[in-house]
């Protein structure tokens, strides 16, 4: 049910961590899979040639539009396809409101927002040709609820939540499904700062009813499910996987 036999995926971000194990997970289920990342992510293809499904590492920022572009382009030339993105790149910055310069807010906006919708722009093109596909957004609890510090983070997380049914709303009749993924914390190199305070692992790991962080395959497994047929019928939504963080009071 959950099998992505001879579809082509691009996964943003893919390098490592979240984007890493989704790739994995997809080239475990049968697709092939372009990598894209800033830095060099050979080894999320070389896991993937390992499985026996075809893999290439396109480099580009999600926010720069001629370089999202050459990633389709590259797409296409090798795999004549696209079946599925998954919008993974981000970045994470915790700052004081008071001191966040436009640049540190642009940056963030840019890359977490703009990239989404950037790469969701010219692979739809794409999509729409065939009259099928899946876009999967990679949000963050950040983009339900508000978080301390990071007021870019959240508001370009809760953008990707909105954009996110927007284009569900306006795709729908053209075959391409469009669902969010809110991940609570999750064990990368993101968060590695963040849960090696001791203090802070501790107040939110209190939060959280499964008493645990998540791990990137937790991630993946959703976004197997709703890139697969398994999902044919849903669109327009998100699914949260957090431990029940936000569930909570
Ligand atoms: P990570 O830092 O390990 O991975 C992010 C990847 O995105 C990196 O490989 C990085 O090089 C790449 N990237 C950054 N800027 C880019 C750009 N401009 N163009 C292309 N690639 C770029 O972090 P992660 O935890 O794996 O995060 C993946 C996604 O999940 C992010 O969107 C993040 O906001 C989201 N998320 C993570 C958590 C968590 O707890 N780790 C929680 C909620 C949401």
Redesign the pocket.
Known sequence: MFNLTGKVAIV????????QSIAIEFAKHGANVVV????PGQDTVNKIRTLKRKSIFVK????NKKQVENVINETIKKFKKIDILVN?????VVEPTEKITEESWEKTMN??LK?CFLCAQATANQMIKRKKGVILN?????GLEGYAQAAA?CAS?GGIRLLTKALAAEFGAKGIRVNSI??????????KSLLGDKKTKQGMLMKIPLKKT?K?ID?AGAAVFLASDAASYITGTEIVIDGGWTCAL
């Open positions: 943003t971000g893919a390098a490592r961590g979240i984007g894209n990342d800033i830095i580009a920022d999600v926010s993974n790149a981000g970045i994470f890359i977490n990239g990679i949000s963050s609890v950040a983070y997380k809110h991940p609570g914390i999750i064990e990368t190199a993101m968060t998540g990137p991630i």
